[in-house]
């Protein structure tokens, strides 16, 4: 048997309100940046917002909240060179 969820009765007191106030929570459009933001933060694992809040994150988990620049660091190959 399927029933409603709660949150989701929570919407209204008839079926119309309901699917009225349901449909209206997603209005609103997502602007594309903050998509590309998320999903790249997701891709990577990472965590995504504030400075203060990546700080949080870091500290409470000892885990680094923001990825690295991928690849070698720029002048790698002269050192070794020159060597």
């Known amino acids: ?34 998509v590309l933001g998320i999903v790249e933060a997701t891709n990577k694992g990472v965590a995504l917002g504030s400075d203060k809040f990546m700080g949080e994150i870091e500290a409470l988990t000892g885990v680094r909240a923001v990825s690295k620049k991928r690849g070698r660091k ?8 020159e060597d």
Do not use: D
């Open 74 to 81: 720029l002048g790698w190959g002269k050192r070794i060179a």
């Open 1 to 34: 048997m399927v029933t409603p969820h709660q949150r989701y009765l929570e919407l209204g007191k008839t079926l119309e309100e309901r699917q009225s106030n349901y449909r209206a929570l997603f209005k609103a459009q997502v602007a594309p940046k903050v």
